[in-house]
């Protein structure tokens, strides 16, 4: 009986390919676009799979990598490869790759939902470094011959993460930025006003987006769900969004098909009504101390001003 394969491959539009890997939680999902020349590797996943066999399936030109950021499952088998592009901020932490100790939760039981590919050591699992050989930025432009990706700095859930259009078939490939998952901008690297920013861009652009192809869980998306997310962000930004704990100064903002992770919190529940007052004492009744008294007079409520 043949063994399933990690990866899913999928041809998305003509020589666009997704590359899932459905059975981990994470549902990393890294794209192959092949030009005349070269094809580009939009992510390179958990580096649990043997990823380099999956693209050798679908090619045979120069591959040149690109990471949309350097979260370890999505440059999890960048080390297979030497040409490596990724933006300047995301550039050290790509190289200097993810030790055992730090990717060690990746495999715990419940984050797997399929057999591991034979040949994979579990005990040894972790991200190698690989080399950066090319910055892109804003604007730049990726010819892979007959085919071309622009590139759109997008920062907010990673200072340098990427976005890339592909101007043939129209399609925007989102990575963490946008995808229907949890996006989260709190803590180091992350700023959630740049995040809102780069969705509300990535909205505007929408009129030249056949499909959009995040880097988690579900894809191709059409371009409402660039709607969505501009419509998501009109909501954060007015306080309309009903919001939930997530954890210590972070909440959730939770949409249709993604939520937000945003530094805040939520006000503690408003105290329980004051107790009805209790009935007069009944005539004849033994005169009790009242139990206020003695106690200070409530402060007058504060002004507004
Ligand atoms: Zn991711």
């Excluded at 709190?186 to 880097?215: K, M, N, T, Y």
């Excluded at 992770?261 to 005169?287: T, V």
Aim: include cysteine; proline fraction near 10%.
């Amino acid at each position: 009986m043949a063994t399933r394969s990690w990866f899913e491959l999928k041809e998305i539009a003509p020589g666009l390919w997704s590359l899932s890997e459905p059975d981990h939680l994470e549902e990393v999902i890294s794209y192959l676009v092949l030009g005349r020349d070269r094809a580009a590797l939009i992510d390179t996943g958990m580096g649990i799979g043997d990823l380099p066999a999956a693209v050798n399936r679908l090619t045979r030109l120069p591959i040149i990598v690109v990471n949309t950021n350097a979260d370890y499952h999505h440059c999890g088998a960048n080390h297979h490869y030497r040409e490596i592009a990724a933006h300047q901020a995301e550039a050290p932490r790509v190289e200097r790759g993810w030790a055992k100790e730090e990717v060690a939760d990746t495999l715990l039981p419940h984050k797997i939902w399929g057999p591991l590919p034979a040949g994979f050591d579990p005990l040894k699992y972790a991200v190698l470094p690989s080399r950066v050989t090319r910055l892109l930025d804003e604007g730049d432009l990726m010819e892979l011959g007959g085919r071309r990706l622009r590139i759109l700095h997008t920062p907010g859930h990673a200072t340098g993460a990427l976005c890339l259009q592909d101007e043939n078939s129209g399609t925007l490939f989102t990575g963490d930025t946008l995808a229907p998952a949890t996006i989260s901008a709190w803590g180091d690297g992350s700023d959630p006003e740049q995040l809102l920013a780069s969705l509300e861009r990535l909205a505007r652009d929408a009129g030249q987006v056949a499909r959009v192809c995040p880097g988690h869980h579900l894809t191709p998306l059409g371009p409402d769900f660039l709607a969505e997310a501009a419509a998501a962000v009109a909501r954060v930004r007015s306080g309309a969004t009903r919001v939930e704990p997530a954890r210590e100064g972070v909440v959730r903002h939770r949409f249709r098909r993604f939520s937000l992770l945003l530094p805040g919190h939520i006000d503690p529940p408003p105290p329980p009504p004051a107790p009805e007052p209790s009935p007069p004492p009944r005539k004849g009744a033994a005169k009790k101390q009242s139990p206020g008294k003695g106690r200070k007079r409530p402060a007058r409520q504060a002004s507004g001003r």
